[in-house]
């Protein structure tokens, strides 16, 4: 099992900036993909950024230039750097993890945590 807990949602104004953080525990050995998603109200799941233990990210053409994903991988930490805010942004963001261990791939979760881009 992996655990994935999110902080750092909060309420910005447009144009603010927000770092999320992701805290991974558990089983991590074998994760090979580490993301971010995101669901506003109404609206399905999406991608948003995505980093492989490679190091090697992947964007939603909609935050391209605004948002970084990079990890620390001495702390088991996965972070969301975003910039340039704009109300289309508000949603509830979560952390996910895919691990391949023998072959068996699994999907994990976190709870997720609010981002709210309003003035």
């Known amino acids: 099992q992996v655990q994935l807990v999110e902080s750092g949602g909060d309420l910005v104004q447009p144009g603010g900036s927000l770092r999320l953080s992701c805290a991974a525990s558990?089983?991590?050995?074998?994760?090979?993909?580490w993301g971010w998603y995101r669901q506003a109200p109404g609206k399905e799941r999406e991608l948003v950024a995505s980093?492989?233990?490679?190091?090697?990210?992947n964007y939603a053409d909609s935050v391209k230039g605004r948002f970084t994903v990079n990890r620390d991988n001495a702390k088991n930490l996965v972070f969301l750097q975003m910039n340039s805010l704009k109300p289309e942004d508000t949603a509830l963001y979560y952390c996910h993890a895919k691990r391949n261990s023998y072959g068996v791939v699994r999907y994990y979760w976190g709870q997720g945590t609010r981002v709210t881009v309003s003035s």
């Open positions: 980093i492989t233990s490679g190091g090697i990210t």
């Open positions: 558990g089983s991590i050995f074998g994760v090979n993909v």
